[in-house]
């Protein structure tokens, strides 16, 4: 691949429609040259979750507008792209079509290939667009609303799990604990807004698995565990969960994120000396949780290990990082952009199958 190669990225997969143009620099690192993002949040918040048909179509509405404005602001034309990259999975299947369908249509209409690029290895390279790009081999902590994995990586395309949720994904956590104490949609930014202001050790809440030897995790418990928590406070007070003292809400609310930081706190540095790496990157959604990057920051500081982030403006989904994981797959040799453009979609899609 030519150094100069230019690649348009769309990503569909969820609430959130993100493009981007990204070239490879000569330092062999990727540059971001411009990206846009739609999210539907509003849109989802009166539902108090993520509708799939209304998803997809709101997809259709943006994806193009999105398009125009990256390259008007990057100054390029369409006729400049090189490859489009889409996300092909994992996420919502009619979500996931109409970026796959845009791309391949662009594609076919401009004569130039496609690449259809896994989600998670999106997120996973996403700190390679930071101003502190990692180098490998590191271990992966990928935290979003789907998946909660921990994985070595020794290179674009070799990744070896090395545990992962066995029900809830961290974020589900964060998100379905902030439903049931009425803080709506989605949940993690705003649990962890009012956990700011609440004492972690207010409650005693359970770390699944903590002491389970291995590095899986499970969250189903700890929803549950807040719920009756709640339940028996908002009973003793005659009152529903959600009218309950700002100051108890708050409470909740830290000792619920100190439970999910511990867990992957403690997870992620078994993982590194099992691995005996002494590099760590964490991305996904729930790698913007101000407490997470706290925790992590100080303990492995303490170990002279060095953690990566991406952007905080990147952790949750974007298309920067599909175009730039489609780039770092093209340059690493690992895939082949592909002329035919009959596309499908990977609805689940283990990382590791890559
Ligand atoms: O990676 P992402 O944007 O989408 C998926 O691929 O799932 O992650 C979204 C998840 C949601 O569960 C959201 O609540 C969580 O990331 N999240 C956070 C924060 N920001 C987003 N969780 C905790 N603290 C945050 N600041
Ligand atoms: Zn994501």
């Known amino acids: 691949m030519s150094k100069q ?9 969820c609430d959130e429609t993100g493009v981007a143009l990204v070239t490879m ?19 989802h918040q009166a539902f108090g979750g993520v509708v799939p048909e ?3 179509r709101d997809h259709i509405r943006r994806v193009l507008p999105l398009t125009q404005q990256v390259l008007a602001e990057s100054g390029r034309t369409l006729s400049e792209v090189d490859v489009v990259a889409f996300t092909r999975g994992p996420g919502l299947a009619g979500a996931l079509l109409v970026g796959a369908g845009v791309a391949c249509a662009l594609g076919a209409a401009l004569k130039k290939p496609v690449l259809g690029v896994h989600h998670l290895e999106g997120h996973l390279l996403s700190p390679f667009l930071s101003a502190d790009p990692p180098e490998f081999p590191f271990v992966a902590l990928l935290v979003s609303g789907g998946h909660t994995q921990l994985m070595r990586v020794d290179g674009v395309g ?24 009425g803080l709506g949609y989605p949940g993690g930014p705003a649990l962890s807004k009012l956990a700011a202001q ?13 002491h389970s030897g291995n590095l899986d995790f499970s969250f189903a418990g700890l929803k549950t565990a807040v719920m009756v928590q709640a339940k028996k406070l908002a009973a003793v007070q005659e009152v529903a969960v959600e009218r309950l003292p700002m100051s108890v809400l708050a409470d909740l609310a830290a000792s619920t994120q100190a439970a999910i930081v511990e867990v992957l706190l403690k997870k992620s540095l078994a993982a590194l000396a099992q691995t005996g790496l002494k590099r760590l990157v964490v991305a996904g959604g729930v790698g913007a949780n101000q407490s997470l990057r706290e925790q992590l920051n100080s ?8 953690v990566h982030y991406p952007e905080l403006h990147l952790c949750t989904d974007n298309g920067a990082m599909i175009a730039m994981a489609g780039a770092m797959r093209l340059q690493s040799g690992q895939q082949e952009a592909s002329g035919i453009y009959a596309f499908d979609v990977k609805p689940r899609w283990p990382l590791d199958a890559l």
Not at 5 to 13: F, N, P, T
Not at 25 to 43: K, N
Not at 161 to 178: M, P, V
Not at 301 to 306: F, G, L, N, T, Y
């Open 25 to 43: 620099a000569s330092t062999g690192l990727p540059v971001l040259l411009s990206h846009a993002l739609y999210s539907q949040i509003e849109m």
């Open 5 to 13: 190669m230019l690649v348009l990225g769309i990503e569909s997969s």
């Open 198 to 210: 609440g004492n972690p050790a207010a409650f005693k809440l359970p770390r699944p698995l903590l």
């Open 299 to 306: 303990a492995c500081s303490a170990r002279q290990v060095r």
């Open 54 to 56: 209304l998803a997809s």
């Open 158 to 181: 070799r990744y070896t799990l090395l545990g992962e949720t066995i029900d809830d994904a961290a974020g589900e956590a964060f998100d379905k604990s902030a439903k049931l104490l």
